[in-house]
């Protein structure tokens, strides 16, 4: 008996110490404990803010370790957003910030030089509203105004009735940068193709951007208000418009609706994502395409720069060229013409080139001041 005791202690001290040597020499890997402050729509909008979220996703899928806490933040408010951001920054390895409203986090990052922060479509102001370029914030904003003029070709050349128009959420730069590009993109169907498409605005859903200045356009005031959205895509349908680029939020959820149930007088243009799933009722589907905006891609190549210890801050504007803006070609995903296809193909080295520049919200120039050449 003494024997097979003295045998089990012997198998115990030896378990005892191959464990401890594979702990030592094969410790667990801490991986990156991630924060996404969301707007007000949150991480489940099926748009701007879940893009952001799948790029985290992405990452954590090839890095077990790591980990994300979605917070929403519910005002949009400026103020809130920065708060929200100083209230949890101590706890977390990467911030990623969307939305313009973060844009004051400059001071914030300079006093927690050991978080990394990934803005979303805005860069970095001091406490001067300055905007800066830190170490340890990775800022990109994105040509929305490419997209929208994907967006803008795909209406004119598609529309039945030759009235088109665009419902955004409220006037961030991005926001309006979707509607210019959208609005050149028709003034560039119309010019190429022989084409004459009106795009309809309500001057009482007219935008008022960062500046105070009236952009037009089809503001709801909101990027989650889907009965709002519903509402003012119902008014563009009794204004005969039949092709609907939606550049909303979760408000744009009520577009979707009011086109499923307009007996197929209207057709919408997905934003930020696919949004072809989004469009499925019955048998048929709503969408028309999507233009795209890639941040979940360019999300996750930040976060595998920051765990791969590559990472640089800077303020980042991607664009075509990086292949960061685009539309939905893909089959089954889209209801374009193959003719529209290649008109799109041209336009879009045109834009990939340099050749075409639509306008944006800060760009220099309106919609009305761009030429085809």
Known sequence: MKKLVLVLALVM???????????ETAPAQQGLNIAIISTPSGVDDGSFNQDNYNGILAFIKNNPGAKVTPIREPSGDV???????????????????TGFQFAGIGQLAIENPETKFILVDTYPTDAEGNTVELPNVY???????????????SAAVETKSNKVAVLNGVAYPSNVNYQYGFEAG????????????????????????????NVGGNYVGSFAD?????????????????????AAGATGNGAFTAAKESNGKLRVIGCDVDQWNDGEYG?????????????????????????????????????ADTDSTGY?????????????????????KEVQSGNIIPPSNFGGFTPDEFTVK
């Open 186 to 213: 028709v003034k560039y169907a119309n010019a190429k193709f022989n084409k004459n498409v009106e795009v309809v605005e309500l001057t009482s859903q007219a935008g008022t951007d960062v500046t105070g200045t």
């Open 79 to 97: 103020a809130m957003a920065l708060k929200t951001a100083a209230d949890v920054v101590a706890d977390y390895d990467v911030l990623v910030c």
């Open 13 to 23: 001290m030896t378990a005892i110490v191959f464990a401890g040597g594979k702990s």
């Open 328 to 348: 939905v070609k893909t089959a089954n995903r889209n209801q374009l013409a193959s003719s529209t296809i290649e008109k799109l193909e041209t336009a879009y």
């Open 283 to 319: 048998n048929s589907n709503v969408v028309l395409t999507s233009v795209l905006k890639k941040m979940s891609l360019n999300v996750e190549r930040a976060l595998n720069s920051i765990q791969d210890g590559t990472f640089k801050g800077g303020n980042m504007l991607l664009k």
């Open 226 to 246: 889907e009965a709002g959205g519903k509402v003012v895509s119902e008014q563009l349908i009794q204004k005969g418009v039949d092709l609907l680029f939606v």
């Open 139 to 153: 800022a990109m904003q994105f040509a929305e105004q490419e997209s929208g003029f994907f967006a803008g070709v």
